[in-house]
């Protein structure tokens, strides 16, 4: 993602008639004017499709991680994020009590070395005497990401390491939104803790309140130091540590690949704050964090290059892990310098996939992952093609990488779809963000780019501004043009994924993405909704499909040949967007079946569409702009079907064997 939300002018136009072979279709309509589609099955002249084709890009932005996907529920853990000089700021972390009651601060006292600054919490107040402590006590409280989720009958680890020269008596709760509602809470008594003392409890729920806190309270006089403080739901997609719905959502989409962790998040503004993936691995407890500076908020790096890798093992996607190059938004390293930044990124291709006896595959083993990470792609930098010192920094990486692991396909940031590159690389990096006209329009950006270079990753493509809003129906039809142009030249782009990916609600700072969530809330966009239609894609049968009609920009189609994972049917997949204000009857005819015929049973119409092409979805209405699906009727080789203005169509054809064997002997008749 860049953080200047820079916009690609790569538009070409072209008014044809009938389209040949793997060129876009795409048609000006007149008012309720009859149009024909024309797609062969047969696959003699087909094309396979990338299995990597669409995917998604994760950036640390918007909160996606840390208050997002990454389930941790405590805010500053470790309270580094006011810096590293003491006494700091302990944001969001608030105090329960008056400085007549105990006083508050930060000290270099932990027994971490990577991240020294710890609570020391100094309780003037006791169960008895002159300055007795209030009933519920005193201490200090995390309200996490705009409250903490807690549900009646769930479970919740809290972990928290304690220091203190008398012995310890403290509550450890989950309080309500009002202060006043205790919704689970454990009493924690240690004869000693004189030494950093490790603290484990897990807490049932017995209320449920979305916007709870947690708390650490005390009615015993004494000086407490405290780090570390760490909640995680029990329940945790495989124990892993992402949040189940959130991950449930992009599973959804099948992606064939998710690029991490960014986007500017890996440059930073300044290098001394990119992202550095060896402050994010090992035990959490001994994560210094960061502050990302692009985005502007602090992530304690719980969610970390090992968990990126595990994030799309889990997925059953290929990783795509994007580097910093020595470069910033603002400084750089000279190229004769440059050789430790290497080294830096050889020692992380050797954390993924070195065996666990290798120096950093052994850090991957104790961490439970002896299996290597099935690690393929990386990308060197983000959107630095045109700084000074990118074009020598990317030859060291690129013969580096290429020296040691020749089987990584290196991703170059300069653009190839125009002209040839100057620079050996497997992919190019292409963005693009603009109006929903222009995006609509360049679905034919490819259509003549070279097939014999390096092919295309398009890796962030969104429309932004007013058209955007903040998930409008208009932004998703038009991506959904821009992707079936990609798909139509899938033999010049190998991956494609929109961004960003999430939004937490209280942190919009980047407008619209795929995915809108709060600490329990969650729901897809038109944009997310749209990537749907294309998750059978990957992997599936380009056929030659062409739109017939009068020349212009307002539909546009494609046609794939893909089968069921789940029962082993064929389909035949047509999808068609309709980007005017006018209802279009598209007459449709197939040819090449090949012994196959069109079986209406099981055939399916998918629309995706509104009432107003500027409609949301929402909290309330998470589902106002969604998919409807219902049996497509007289379903064959030649039909008519109604597109709406403003949608998005897929027919999908189930293909079923027109031979039909005679029982009890070897003779067959041909069924009509």
Excluded at 247 to 254: E, G, Q, T
Excluded at 339 to 363: H, K, Y
Aim: aromatic share 10%; with cysteine; charged share 20%.
């Amino acid at each position: 993602m860049d953080a200047n939300h820079s916009t690609c002018g790569f538009l070409l136009f072209f008014f044809i008639g009938l389209y040949a072979s793997f060129q876009c279709c795409a048609t000006e309509i007149d008012a309720n004017q009859t149009t024909w589609l024309f797609a062969n099955a047969s696959q003699i002249s087909a094309t396979k499709i990338p299995q990597t084709m669409f995917g998604i890009s994760f950036e640390e932005i918007n909160h996606s991680g840390a208050g997002g996907l990454w389930a941790e529920l405590v805010n500053n853990r470790g309270f580094e994020a006011g810096g590293q000089n003491t006494p700091s700021n302990i944001d969001p972390w608030s105090i329960i009590g008056d400085e007549s009651l105990l006083i508050v601060s930060t000290e270099r006292a932990s027994c971490f070395d990577r991240n020294e600054v710890a609570l020391r919490m100094e309780v003037l107040c006791d169960k008895d005497g002159d300055n007795i402590c209030p009933a519920g006590g005193v201490g200090v409280y995390n309200p996490g990401f705009w409250g903490m989720n807690i549900e009646q009958g769930n479970k919740y680890k809290v972990i928290f390491y304690v220091l203190s020269l008398s012995p310890l008596d403290i509550s450890v709760s989950f309080i309500g939104s009002n202060g006043l509602q205790t919704l689970a809470t454990a009493n924690i008594i240690e004869a000693d803790v004189s030494n950093w003392t490790k603290v484990e409890v897990v807490l049932e729920a017995k209320g449920t309140d979305h916007n709870s806190r947690l708390q650490l309270t005390t009615i015993k006089k004494g000086v407490i130091w405290l780090d570390q403080v760490s909640s995680m739901p029990l329940d945790t997609h495989k124990g892993h540590g992402f949040r189940n719905d959130l991950f449930n959502m992009i599973a959804d989409l099948k992606p064939g690949f998710i690029r991490f962790p960014g986007g500017s998040f890996v440059e930073g503004e300044w290098l001394m704050n990119a992202f550095r993936w060896k402050e994010t691995v090992g035990p959490w407890e001994e994560r210094p964090g960061h502050f990302g500076d692009v985005w502007k908020y602090w992530t304690d790096d719980g969610l970390g290059y090992f968990e990126y890798l595990r994030l799309a093992e889990d997925l059953g996607s290929l990783p795509v892990w994007v580097f910093n190059n020595g470069i910033s938004l603002n400084d750089q390293v000279d190229t004769s310098i440059i050789l430790p930044f290497v080294q830096n990124i050889l020692d992380a291709i050797e954390f993924a996939r070195g065996d666990a006896a290798s120096t950093w595959g052994s850090v991957r083993a104790t961490m439970g992952h002896p299996e290597t990470f099935d690690l393929r792609y990386v990308s060197v930098g983000n959107q630095d093609c045109g700084k000074k010192n990118y074009r020598g920094n990317y030859l060291k990486f690129y013969t580096a990488i290429k020296t040691v692991y020749p089987d990584i396909k290196v991703i170059s940031n300069c653009d190839g779809s125009s002209k040839q590159l100057d620079q050996p690389a497997d992919l190019y990096d292409f963005h693009v963000y603009t109006d929903a006209k222009s995006m609509f329009s360049m679905a034919h950006n490819f259509d003549h780019t070279s097939r014999s270079g390096p092919k295309a990753f398009v890796s962030e493509y969104a429309v932004t501004g007013q058209d955007a809003g903040k998930g409008s129906l208009l932004k998703a039809l038009a991506e959904a043009g821009f992707l079936i142009g990609l798909e139509r030249n899938s033999d010049a782009v190998e991956m494609a994924s929109n961004a960003p990916l999430f939004v937490n609600t209280n942190d919009r700072r980047f407008n619209a993405d795929a995915i809108v969530f709060n600490s329990s809330q969650r729901y897809g966009t038109p944009s997310y909704w749209m990537q749907h239609f294309f998750r059978e894609s990957n992997g599936a049968i380009l056929l030659n499909s062409t739109l017939q009609a009068n020349p212009s920009n307002s539909l546009i189609s494609s046609a794939i040949s893909w089968q069921n994972a789940k029962d082993k049917k064929d389909y035949l997949r047509i999808k068609v967007v309709n980007f005017g204000s006018n209802r279009v009857t598209l007459k449709i005819s197939i040819d090449g079946l090949e012994g196959n015929i069109i079986q209406e049973t099981g055939s399916a119409k998918t629309i995706l569409t509104s009432s107003n092409v500027k409609d949301e979805n929402s909290f309330n209405q998470p589902t106002k702009v969604a998919p409807v699906t219902s049996p497509l009727e007289n379903a064959g080789n030649d039909m008519d079907v109604i597109l709406p203005p403003y949608s998005l169509t897929s027919l999908d054809l189930l293909r079923s064997s027109n031979i039909v064997q005679v029982a009890g002997s070897n003779s067959a008749l041909q069924a009509y």
